[in-house]
């Protein structure tokens, strides 16, 4: 069992910046592909972006160009690094740890994009 606990979420003006880190413990962390997804009221959880041991990523087709995901293996943690940052993102980001058929999640950290 892999425990994530992630911060960085806060209050941020549209056009703004925020970056998100997870850390994680009690597992081969450079194994695990991990994941950022978001949940917005009344919506489904769903993909942000993910990046796999090797460092290979993958990003909604929402947060292209905007967000970046980057892992640091050394510091057991992943990074999410939220540019230009619109209202619609306002959500609870959750962090996500898989290998095989193992999940693990975070507790979650709010994002508030706000004028």
């Known amino acids: 069992q892999v425990q994530l606990v992630e911060s960085g979420g806060g209050l941020v003006q549209p056009g703004g910046s925020l970056r998100l880190s997870c850390v994680a413990s009690g597992s081969i962390f450079s194994w695990h592909t991990m994941g950022w997804y978001r949940q917005a009221p009344g919506k489904q959880r769903e993909l942000v972006a993910d990046?796999?041991?090797?460092?290979?990523?993958n990003y909604a087709d929402s947060v292209k160009g905007r967000f970046t995901i980057s892992r640091d293996n050394a510091k057991n943690t992943v990074y999410l690094q939220m540019n230009s940052l619109k209202l619609e993102d306002t959500a609870v980001y959750y962090c996500n740890s898989r290998l095989g058929g193992a999940i693990s999640w975070g507790q979650g950290t709010q994002v508030t994009v706000s004028s």
């Open positions: 990046i796999t041991g090797g460092g290979s990523t």
